[in-house]
């Protein structure tokens, strides 16, 4: 915990909050208007040493650990900008590790400066139409044919999916081995066959370009191939922890900044004559956020020390998921009602909070899937 509250890591927390009051805050709500956030914003987040932080300096990150990532993820959360957090947790938080983890030198060199600069932007391409957080009903298949595999199927649902330049694709290499079959591959979306579906209309996080993928037998080099043939589910199962708890500290960030915005408007709104703030319901319903919020900031920064250890395993990351997500939700729904009819109206924060937390409990494996992994931590298949 001694690093949380390190000056250095308050310094750079200092750095993003100024950047985002500068390069994101006076254009995000066109972007969320315009279904999309620049191209450039990528550039300029690379340039100011926001992409990737955590990369080894060798592969263009700044060789700072975990809590750099995560401060930037906290900041656009708690500053209401979810569509920011999000593409941001893909590509450097998921595609990233996977390269460095699994990857070897070559494609580590050919892909991590890149993504650290902004000139690469990465997605994870793992949701089928049929197949969301049952990852062994993927039908995309990558049969190897002599010197090269042969990519065919789609994906959907895929976050970063208009910009994305390199997707780590989930595809079967086996299609009769179930889990066993499943192969990772780096796909360069500019090969021959690749192809982009629509941006998707969403729910929230309008201006977070997610969008459906397809391939359509794409030629991939067999050096395209991820770590190793018909371990992908493997892999996949190892990176889950880091994605989940990055779930968890935007909920945890997003719900306190959230909370904030409350306070502030419960002491300007007026009703029967006085600040709602001074109403009992009012104080109370503040008080249950605050107290929600507590207990889930404490879990997720123990789960937090645990990956700096190395040591955060899948029920913990499954638990802090289920528990701060289903949290935001609360606070989220509980923190519009305090702002009455305003709380409908987009242009207040408590709107925008309240249908970008919805995905929270979708996404990384639905609260469901983490109830099952809870469980079975506990009694078993």
Known sequence: ???????????????????????????????????????????????????????????????????????????????????????????????????????????????????????????????????????????????????????????????????????????????????????????????AGCARGRNLEKMGLHAQDTSELFFDNVKLPLDSILGEAGKGFSYLMNELPRERLNLSVCAVAASEGLLADTIAYTQERMAFGKPISQLQNTRFTLATCHTDIAINRAFVDSCVNLYMEGKLDATKAAVAKLSSTDMQGRVADACLQMFGGYGYMLEYPAARAYVDARIQRIYGGTNEIMKEVIARSLVGR
Do not use: C
């Open 1 to 191: 915990m001694s690093e949380l509250q390190s000056s250095e890591l308050q310094q750079f927390r200092d750095m993003v909050k100024r950047f985002l009051e500068k390069e994101i805050k006076p254009f995000y709500n066109q972007w969320e208007k315009d279904g999309i956030i620049p191209r450039d914003v990528w550039y300029s987040m690379g340039a100011n040493g926001l992409l990737a932080v955590d990369l080894p300096e060798e592969y263009g990150g700044s060789g700072v650990s975990y809590l750099y990532s995560m401060v930037i993820l906290e900041e656009a959360s708690y500053a209401n900008y979810g569509s920011l957090a999000t593409g941001l947790s893909v590509h450097s938080d998921i595609a990233a590790p996977y390269v460095l983890h699994i990857g070897n030198d070559a494609q580590r060199q050919q892909w991590l400066p890149k993504m650290a600069s902004g000139e690469v932007i990465g997605a994870i391409g793992m949701t089928e139409p049929g197949a969301g957080s049952d990852l062994q009903a993927i039908r995309t298949t990558a049969i190897l044919n002599g010197d090269h595999y042969v990519l065919n199927g789609s994906k959907t649902f895929i976050t970063n999916g208009q910009h994305a330049d390199l997707v780590i694709l989930a595809a079967k290499t086996d299609p009769n081995a179930g889990a066993k079959g499943v192969s990772l591959f780096l796909v360069d979306m500019n090969l």
